[in-house]
C-alpha cells in the first residue's frame, strides 16, 4: 500500500502514512478522521500521558515535558495542540481592538479557548490523540 499523497510505503494495517500523516483509511472505515490515536505507540502515550496533559495549561510545563522526553511522539501532537491553541487564545485576544463585532468575537473565542483546553487536557490524560475542533489540524510542531 502506497501514501496517496506522498507515495511513500505504508506498513500494512497502519491508519496514516509515517511520512506525511494523511489517512489510510476510505470514507466508510473510518467514523471520525480528526482522530489520530491509531498514529501514537501505545506505551508512548501511557508514558506521556500526564505530562502531555500539562503541556496545555502552562508554556513552562513545554520546557520541562521536552527536557524528560525528547522522542516522544505522543508528547509532540499534544505540544502542537496546546501551541495552536495559544496561538488562538492571541489571536482572540488581538481582534478585542476591533470595537463592537471585535468584542464579540474575542469573547467567544476565549470561552473556545477555555473549552478546548480543557478537551485536550482531558484527551492527553486518557492517552487519545484526537485533534481539536476547528484548529487542531495546524502544524506548528512536527509530530510525525
Ligand atoms: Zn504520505
Request: hydrophobic residues 45%; glycine residues 6%.
Amino acid at each position: 500500500m502506497f501514501c496517496s499523497k506522498c507515495g511513500t510505503q505504508i506498513p500494512e494495517n497502519d491508519h496514516y502514512c509515517p511520512t506525511c500523516g494523511e489517512p489510510t483509511f476510505t470514507k466508510n472505515n473510518v467514523p471520525n478522521e480528526s482522530d489520530r490515536t491509531a498514529m501514537f505507540d501505545p506505551e508512548d502515550a501511557k508514558r506521556t500521558n500526564i505530562l502531555s496533559a500539562l503541556c496545555y495549561l502552562n508554556f513552562i510545563f513545554i520546557i520541562i515535558a521536552l527536557l524528560l522526553e525528547p522522542n516522544s511522539k505522543f508528547l509532540r501532537y499534544h505540544i502542537n495542540q496546546s501551541l495552536v491553541l495559544t496561538v488562538f487564545g492571541i489571536l482572540c485576544g488581538v481582534v478585542a481592538i476591533v470595537p463592537f463585532i471585535g468584542w464579540i468575537v474575542s469573547a467567544v473565542g476565549a470561552i473556545a479557548c477555555v473549552v478546548f483546553t480543557i478537551m485536550g487536557v482531558v484527551r492527553a490524560f486518557r492517552c487519545e490523540a484526537k485533534d481539536l475542533p476547528i484548529i487542531g489540524k495546524y502544524v506548528i510542531v512536527n509530530y510525525n
